[in-house]
């Protein structure tokens, strides 16, 4: 099974792009799910029917379903609050502050990965296809499982036969399949859609770099809303589209340039009629894909850790994309090295014969971060 999370910035057309690419999945007889996320209930929209907490229906191969947070919050909260609430109180803090523990922020975005594992795993799918939300609530749910299992990690509960080690095992396992799923390259991969516009570009570039910090894999762009060549037409409406053109021609090559760019880049042309329904969704497909399939993309198989022996200690290469602006920052938290990009921070397990090195500096080139490392003795 295939997974494909597509997401952008609010407003750049993600939920049409992914109804258009499960769309042209089923249309070839492959059984495929589409599942919204987005709170704002658009996918419904663009396949001009309604779509509800369960798979239905849309037209043949494909299915649908739009995640109901309010549900999933009345509901599967309860039991995942009640595991969080023993393996607390297990730790000895007492029932209060174990209930205001529980009140986690974030839970939304838990809950929303969460049931797309469980609609993924329920039914005969070849192939997922998630119209998840904006890009800021889509790293917070990406980047999610990542902390909440660095966290799990330091907890001793479950080392010791207690109802709360019973608890953390389960709450622990569980983060731990949705972490697998996001970062499995064979199986999940990001698409990335904006239009080109350079604050959009300018976003995309901290998503791209947030992203490489969780280890999840982007295997394509696509630039939504290219306005049409205005050919031999002359006049004022001629000039106008063509200068428009011009400008969104060098946004993308500057995009380019930045050697940012992972996988493949596709185009889709603005239309002027909103594409609503299985044939607009279809039309927009072929020319997004033509006769490739939607499937096929370029992950980024370089591994996000690399060393290399110096004079002087150790290389550590961090493979991730950095813009010439960006706000790296390095910090050494016990056997981790903190990394924080423009905001975006991850904690990195040192390898296990570098923990007794000093961080004495780095660098970034086109290739992403290069520490630099000594040994102490």
């Given at each position: 099974m295939r997974i494909l999370l597509f997401t952008g910035k609010g407003g750049v057309g993600k939920t049409t792009l992914a109804a258009a690419t499960a769309a042209w999945l089923a249309r070839r007889g492959r059984k495929t799910l589409m599942v919204s996320t987005d709170p704002a209930h658009s996918l419904s929209d663009a396949v001009g029917q309604p779509l509800h907490d369960e798979p239905s229906e849309v037209d043949g191969f494909l299915y649908g379903a739009q995640v109901d947070m309010r549900g999933l919050t009345d509901s599967a909260w309860g039991t995942l609050r009640e595991q969080l609430r023993d393996m607390l109180s297990g730790l000895g803090l007492d029932q209060l502050d174990a209930e205001e523990l529980t009140v986690l922020p974030g839970v939304d975005e838990l809950l929303s990965l969460s049931e797309v594992q469980r609609l993924a795993d329920s039914g005969p799918w070849e192939n997922v296809v998630v119209d998840c939300g904006p890009t800021a609530e889509t790293l917070r749910l990406l980047a999610l499982p990542e902390a909440v299992a660095g966290?799990?990690?330091?907890?001793?509960?479950?080392?010791?036969?207690?109802?709360?080690?019973?608890?953390?095992?389960?709450?622990?396992?569980?983060?731990?399949?949705?972490?697998?799923?996001?970062?499995?390259?064979?199986?999940?991969?990001?698409?990335?859609?904006?239009?080109?516009?350079?604050?959009?570009?300018?976003?995309?570039?901290?998503?791209?770099?947030?992203?490489?910090?969780?280890?999840?894999?982007?295997?394509?762009?696509?630039?939504?809303?290219?306005?049409?060549?205005?050919?031999?037409?002359?006049?004022?409406?001629?000039?106008?589209?063509?200068?428009?053109?011009?400008?969104?021609?060098?946004?993308?090559?500057?995009?380019?340039?930045?050697?940012?760019?992972?996988?493949?880049?596709?185009?889709?042309?603005?239309?002027?009629?909103?594409?609503?329904?299985?044939?607009?969704?279809?039309?927009?497909?072929?020319?997004?894909?033509?006769?490739?399939?939607?499937?096929?993309?370029?992950?980024?198989?370089?591994?996000?850790?690399?060393?290399?022996?110096?004079?002087?200690?150790?290389?550590?290469?961090?493979?991730?994309?950095?813009?010439?602006?960006?706000?790296?920052?390095?910090?050494?938290?016990?056997?981790?090295?903190?990394?924080?990009?423009?905001?975006?921070?991850?904690?990195?397990?040192?390898?296990?014969?570098?923990?007794?090195?000093?961080?004495?500096?780095?660098?970034?080139?086109?290739?992403?971060?290069?520490?630099h490392l000594e040994n102490p003795s």
């Open positions: 966290y799990l990690r330091r907890l001793p509960a479950w080392r010791s036969a207690t109802v709360a080690a019973r608890s953390a095992d389960r709450f622990a396992a569980h983060i731990e399949s949705l972490r697998e799923m996001l970062t499995d390259q064979e199986t999940t991969t990001v698409r990335l859609v904006l239009t080109p516009e350079r604050v959009v570009v300018a976003e995309t570039r901290r998503t791209l770099t947030s992203l490489a910090l969780r280890g999840i894999t982007v295997d394509g762009v696509v630039v939504n809303r290219m306005m049409p060549s205005a050919g031999l037409w002359r006049g004022a409406a001629a000039s106008w589209l063509r200068t428009r053109r011009a400008q969104q021609e060098q946004v993308l090559a500057e995009l380019r340039d930045g050697g940012l760019l992972p996988g493949t880049l596709r185009t889709v042309e603005h239309r002027a009629v909103e594409p609503v329904g299985m044939e607009a969704l279809l039309e927009i497909a072929d020319e997004l894909y033509g006769q490739t399939s939607p499937l096929v993309g370029e992950p980024n198989t370089v591994p996000l850790l690399e060393t290399a022996e110096t004079e002087a200690g150790v290389q550590l290469r961090i493979a991730i994309p950095l813009a010439k602006d960006s706000d790296v920052r390095l910090a050494r938290i016990d056997d981790d090295l903190a990394i924080t990009v423009d905001g975006f921070r991850r904690l990195v397990a040192l390898p296990e014969p570098l923990r007794g090195y000093t961080l004495t500096g780095a660098e970034s080139d086109a290739r992403g971060l290069l520490v």
